[in-house]
Nanobody, 122 residues
Framework: QVQLVESGGGLVQAGDSLRLSCAAS????????LGWFRQAPGKEREFVAG????????DYADSVKDRFAISRDTAKSTVYLQMNSLKPEDTAVYYC???????????????WGQGTQVTVSS
């Protein structure tokens, strides 16, 4: 069973950077994909970025492409989301998620973290 714990959220100003971390625990991650999703108040949860644990493939939502970068440290079993040039519309609760197989933009992930709040002020 996969367990995920996010950290790194906070309150920042527009244009600032923030790095989220997701510590993962499982027997093996070699067949997994890890994703970051976010949910703003009154809105549906949406895909932000995803990466295969092997690191061979990554995907980004158009709204964050060129500003956010997903990476993983296999030695630490941790996935990161580096967020640059943050905008007020990036304000949301950010969730880490895991699934077997390929990265997906759908919500079909089998494990979810508790979420971390990111607030970007204008």
């Amino acid at each position: 069973q996969v367990q995920l714990v996010e950290s790194g959220g906070g309150l920042v100003q527009a244009g600032d950077s923030l790095r989220l971390s997701c510590a993962a625990s499982a027997r093996t991650f070699s067949s997994y994909a890890l994703g970051w999703f976010r949910q703003a108040p009154g809105k549906e949860r949406e895909f932000v970025a995803g990466i295969t644990w092997t690191g061979g493939y990554s995907d980004y939502a158009d709204s964050v492409k060129d500003r956010f970068a997903i990476s993983r440290d296999t030695a630490k079993s941790t996935v990161y989301l580096q967020m640059n040039s943050l905008k007020p519309e990036d304000t949301a609760v950010y969730y880490c998620a895991a699934k077997r197989g390929l990265v997906s933009r759908q919500l079909n992930y089998v494990a979810w973290g508790q979420g971390t709040q990111v607030t970007v002020s204008s």
